[in-house]
């Protein structure tokens, strides 16, 4: 009894050993395909750009591992100011043995083994089709820029609420328009339901400092221009520019965000909303005619003080009769 007892332990400890000894898979294969050149492509893992690998790549994801040819990641290049991040490639001559001459499919698989020999990422889809390319990097650097506009500006309009009327200081895109082009727009605000265009406008919030790390450049540059390209109006949507000015909305508030889309160059901005009104002063004069009123403002600061004085003189003059009287009545 005592035997099977140190068999089954034994048993269990080696099930253990066994689970703790098979490599565990990455847990993200977060990546970003860069296009370098014609059938020139750069792999960035996020999890594994900061450590040497090796990598085999197929075009079949049934492929045993046993056939794969396993190679080194290579660094990138130019490096960044972070400096070089390791990359697995496909260059010319390995587009050719992955794809064939003349490919009718980008897509391929990629299995990667760390420092220790342990597989860790197994037949992870690469579709090159959606590599990042020069032109999308072009669009993504140059969005903000490619129209030439002032968004500082703020202009001035009276609104009437209850009766007050108050002037109300609001922003507005100023176009320096190019002779003889002809600008439309399209204002998108912002809210809990616009979640693509607030991650968008959140994008473009941190493209806009400098990034140092190449993979995070890529990655977000990624995600800004697939969101750009998806989120991009329709035809119908658009409406001509007047006077080169695109006014803020009149029922926007302080804070209101919007994407606004210029087109005839496509191009967007992005814009926190400015909204500031003076104390307002009553639309139409009204004379009120009372017993007994104080002047209330300061600027009849002086009639104020004159009603004040009088009323102190006369009850020092009352209080001066009462105590005469006082005096005499004690004297009788």
Known sequence: ?????????????????????VPVLASTNEKVILKNSDNE???????????????????????????????????????????TLNVAYIDE????????????????????????????????????????????????????????????????????????????TVGKVV?????????????????????GANKLF???????????DTYINLSLSKQFYDLYVKLMPSNSEWTAVENSEILQPENTVEGDKYIVYINETVDAKFLTCVYKEDA????EEKTITETVKLPVT?????????????IIIALAIFVFIRIKSNKKDENK
Not at 99 to 123: H, M, Q, R
Not at 132 to 156: A, H, L, P, S, W
């Open 298 to 310: 300061f600027d009849s600061g002086a009639i104020l003080f004159t009603v004040l004085g009088i």
């Open 93 to 168: 001559a390995s587009f050719e043995s992955i794809f064939g001459k003349n490919p009718t499919s980008l897509v391929a698989y990629i299995w990667v083994k760390d420092a220790e020999d342990n597989t860790v990422i197994k037949a992870d889809k690469l579709d090159l089709n959606e590599a990042v390319t020069d032109k999308m990097i072009e669009t993504v650097n140059g969005t903000t820029k490619r129209i030439d506009v002032d968004t500082e500006k703020q202009y001035q309009r009276n609104v009437v609420e209850d009766g007050v009327s108050k002037t109300v």
């Open 1 to 21: 009894m005592k035997a099977k007892k140190i068999m089954a332990v034994l048993v269990i400890a080696i099930m253990l050993i066994g689970i703790v000894s």
């Open 175 to 195: 176009l320096n328009e190019k002779e003889g082009a002809k600008y439309s727009y399209v204002l998108t605000k912002l809210d809990d339901k616009t979640t």
């Open 280 to 283: 307002g002063v009553d639309k």
């Open 41 to 83: 492509y750069l792999i960035y893992f996020k999890e594994f750009c900061r450590k040497e690998f090796q990598f085999a790549i197929s075009q079949d994801s049934k492929t045993a591992e046993a056939d794969l040819n396993f190679v080194n990641s290579a660094k990138d290049q130019p490096a960044s100011a972070a400096g």
């Open 202 to 212: 959140e994008l473009a919030d941190t493209l806009k400092n400098s990034i140092d």
